[in-house]
């Protein structure tokens, strides 16, 4: 059996609903009527009070909520040098309460890509000081620099050969996590779209259709995370969350984790694997067969996206199913994605999030004596 170190029986993906001070102080300061030091200030108190709140719940997973990030993974691309951000994409029309035809920015490649500064030390040095358990830093994975826009988001004149720019990726990557885990930093977790966009059949033609294999691609990708993290040390554990989009409680990719589980599970070397399970849309267990015994599953079982509360008893019942295809023991439980992976927020209350967070607690102890 893997032994858990974290991550934890109870664990949690990472955003979290932002106070209502975070919100409209950042307002303030987006449109420059609060300068840039008096928000990390207000910043600084709501993550303390956040934090402590969480550990309160029994969780011994902490981040900051991602408090100081308008979208999960932009805030820290954009300070690689090289990437840009512009235009959109379209969330899914069908989403369950989808509001709008959400437009989030993408990426692309516009010049040699370098790491220039240290993008999530500070925040981590803070988070460190306020807690009293595990911190955790969750980063877009190295794969959301490529995915959406493929080869043609990529400046040829920069990079005519592909394989330069992986290699560049992954140094960018390679020294941001060597500068976290000389601050301290033990427990990381790379969040990635993109291996579960390559689960949903449309996401797959239009990829195709980019020019790239999504038959290859998962291996290109598993590749890139090997290259960054291999060379880690023991003490460091490195998790994986597999999204299919999350924004003010929209989706924007469905389908089970067959097209991907062999390469994903065997062939991307990390420890954990936070993966959704919330519905219908993430397929059924059986991807869960690939695991290998060395390795964690986090079962995102519990619904970030929707008010209603599952109850421990339904939980246990879809963890028991879980275990049909591997170890009990080398599972554990948390939400299937984060609350505010981008500032906006899901569809639920700061009162239902803490409600989410005790149950996932109280399913932890109920199945294996320990949160």
């Known amino acids: 059996m893997y032994k858990i170190k974290p991550p934890f029986r109870a664990d949690h993906v990472g955003s979290l609903l932002r106070t209502e001070a975070v919100k409209e102080n950042r307002l303030r300061w987006k449109i420059g009527t609060l300068d840039a030091e008096a928000l990390r200030a207000i910043e600084d108190a709501a993550i303390a009070e956040t934090v402590k709140k969480v550990e309160s719940i029994g969780i011994k997973s902490i981040t900051d909520g991602e408090f100081r990030r308008d979208y999960f993974h932009l805030d820290f691309l954009k300070e690689l040098q090289g990437v840009s951000v512009t235009g959109g994409i379209e969330a899914n029309p069908n989403a369950k309460a989808a509001e709008d035809h959400f437009t989030p920015p993408k990426l692309s490649v516009s010049g040699k890509l370098k790491h220039v500064k240290d993008i999530q030390v500070p925040d981590f040095n803070y988070l460190k000081s306020v807690t009293t358990q595990t911190p955790k830093v969750s ?199 984060g609350f505010s992976s981008t500032h906006h927020g899901n569809a639920m209350t700061h009162d239902d999030q803490w409600r989410k967070l005790e149950l996932v607690v109280n399913t932890a102890i109920k199945v294996w004596g320990e949160s």
Request: net charge negative; charged share 25%.
């Open 139 to 337: 980063i877009p994975s190295p794969t959301m620099v490529h995915f959406r826009g493929g080869r043609k988001s990529i400046d040829i004149n920069s990079y005519p050969d592909m394989d330069e720019f992986f290699h560049d990726l992954s140094a960018c990557y390679k020294a941001e996590i060597d500068a976290l885990y000389k601050n301290g930093c033990r427990y990381l977790q790379l969040d990635d779209t993109n291996l579960a966009y390559l689960c949903d059949p449309k996401m797959r033609a239009a990829a195709a259709e980019r020019g790239d294999d999504p038959n290859e691609l998962p291996r290109t990708y598993a590749a890139l995370i090997n290259s960054v993290i291999d060379n880690r040390p023991d003490d460091l554990t490195v998790g994986i969350h597999l999204c299919r989009g999350n924004y003010r409680s929209t989706w924007f990719a469905e389908g089970g984790y067959e097209p991907v589980a062999e390469i994903l599970f065997n062939s991307i070397n990390v420890d954990a694997y936070f993966l959704e399970y919330d519905d219908e849309r993430s397929g059924d267990f059986a991807p869960l067969r690939f695991v290998p015994d060395n390795k964690v599953v986090v079962l995102g079982i519990v619904s970030s996206k929707i008010a209603a509360l599952e109850t421990v008893d339904e939980l246990c019942k879809r963890i028991d199913e879980a275990a049909k295809y591997m170890p009990l023991g080398n599972m554990c439980v948390s939400p299937q994605c």
